[in-house]
């Protein structure tokens, strides 16, 4: 079994051994002593959900590692109602808790090849891609799994040949729970009648298919960073998605989830990733959907990933002549002068086609903006249209600073128009200045 020991580089900065006073984990930190000599502390998480047998099992993990000198964690947690997600999540908090504390490199916990046979089987009937067929990987950040080429065979006689006890954990041995089913059942039937070494081969297999994902989700970062777009949004290219075989199109979108949660876990399944590249494929711009944790939205040629979505307000500041005011929502001075010797976006308009005051705000139902043709005419249009044909993605929209006169947009400053009424001629002229870091 020794011989068998994955990840001992890894290991030889010290460790933190999960035990739980089971087969596994007790034969772990026997192997890991003999492997690695010092460096090996040990934590336990009594769920106390088998009463007196996990106040046994505590008994037994302390006085095992007082006998072998092994500094001990053990830490208790109690839940209202048993489940499986909730006590391992908890027992791995406990876990890094325990590795911080002890200064150690990792934590070690006791998964063995049979485990991983079982997780396939199990992924594999829950519907999981590629990636839950892969079983159980030998290092995930700092966890290892030093004994995932070990069979439950070969530890049992590992401890029975060193005369090592063990505690008995007697609910393995019903089929309550769906992994003790997949073990005691299923296996079983596979081994007696299609393969003998059933578990072995599934283990393989999954390995295989682990250099595979690894490969998939490396071409799919490459084509996620050629397709991204930067800003306040995570957006991504919709025609380089299209133009991605399928296998790595919804790579790119699990990467781009990724990217805007931090890695958050959430319940994204396959038909949520096709539902987004529905909306690539036939989406229309300002179509959105929502998934768990994330908005994905489409203007025009891009895909947006949001975290949440909120509408946004909005602001309106007034412009006095011969004096500044400070937008806070743009960081700039918005200053009205008679003096074209400025510094910073300037734009000059016509004194005398200006009555009302003006007002440096965002648009509001009713804001139209003229332009010339080709023959000189001045025609209006509504905001809302230049936007469109602009392709202005609808998420700018509310946010766009406007020079507005009443409902008459003087100036779209992130587009540099200017209202064709408005125009500087030969007469007076009143200039607008924008003083900041994003304006000069």
């Known amino acids: 079994m020794i011989a068998k020991i994955r990840a001992v580089d890894a290991l030889r900065c010290g460790v933190v051994v999960g035990l739980s006073g089971g087969a596994d984990s007790v034969a772990l930190l026997f192997a890991l002593l003999e492997v690695l000599g010092g460096g090996v502390y040990a934590v336990h998480v009594n769920h106390n959900m088998r009463g007196e047998a996990s106040d046994g099992d505590e008994e037994f993990v ?14 208790a947690v109690s839940f209202d109602r048993f489940s499986e997600e909730a006590a391992r999540e908890a027992r791995y908090a406990a876990f890094e808790i325990t590795r911080v504390e002890f200064g150690a490199e990792c934590i070690a916990v006791g998964h063995n090849l049979d485990d991983n046979a079982e997780t396939v089987i199990m992924n594999l009937c829950r519907g999981a891609g590629l990636k839950g067929l892969c079983g159980i990987p030998a290092v995930n950040g700092r966890v290892v799994r030093p004994l995932i080429d070990v069979t439950r065979g070969e530890i049992e006689e590992f401890l029975l040949e060193k005369d090592i006890e063990y505690r008995h954990d007697t609910s393995n041995a019903g089929n309550d729970f769906t992994r003790n089913r997949v073990r005691n059942l299923v296996i079983p039937v596979l081994e007696r009648e299609v393969n003998s070494s059933a578990r072995a081969v599934i283990a393989k297999n999954a390995s295989g298919l682990r250099d595979d994902e690894d490969y998939l989700h490396g071409v799919a970062l490459e084509a996620f960073e050629r397709g991204v777009s930067g800003g306040e949004r ?54 959105r959907i929502c998934l768990p944790g994330v908005v994905v939205s ?143």
């Open 234 to 287: 995570l957006g991504l290219c919709v025609w380089l998605l299209l133009g991605l075989h399928v296998a790595i199109a919804g790579r790119v979108v699990r990467v781009a989830i990724s990217e805007v949660l931090g890695g958050a876990a959430v319940d994204i399944s396959a038909a949520h990733v096709a539902d987004v590249l529905r909306l690539a494929r036939e989406g229309h711009s300002g179509r």
């Open 62 to 75: 302390r006085e095992l590692c007082g006998r072998l000198g092994v500094p001990l964690k053990v830490v």
């Open 298 to 440: 489409r203007e025009y040629d891009v895909l947006f990933f949001s975290a949440d979505y909120e509408e946004y307000a909005g602001f309106s500041y007034a412009l006095a002549e011969d004096s500044s005011t400070f937008v806070s929502e743009i960081s700039a001075d918005v200053s009205i002068s008679y003096d074209e010797a400025r510094t910073g976006c300037t734009k000059a308009f016509s004194c005398d086609k200006i009555r009302e005051p003006l007002f440096l705000r965002t648009r509001l139902p009713g804001d139209r903006i003229s332009f010339k043709n080709k023959d000189g005419r001045v025609f209006t249009k509504k905001l809302q249209d230049y936007f469109t044909d602009e392709k202005i993605p609808k998420s700018e929209r509310d946010r766009m600073p406007l020079l507005a006169h009443g409902s008459d947009i003087l100036w779209v400053i992130a587009t540099g128009r200017v209202n064709a009424r408005y125009e500087a001629d030969a007469g007076e002229k009143l200039y607008i200045t924008l003083e900041g870091e994003n304006f000069e």
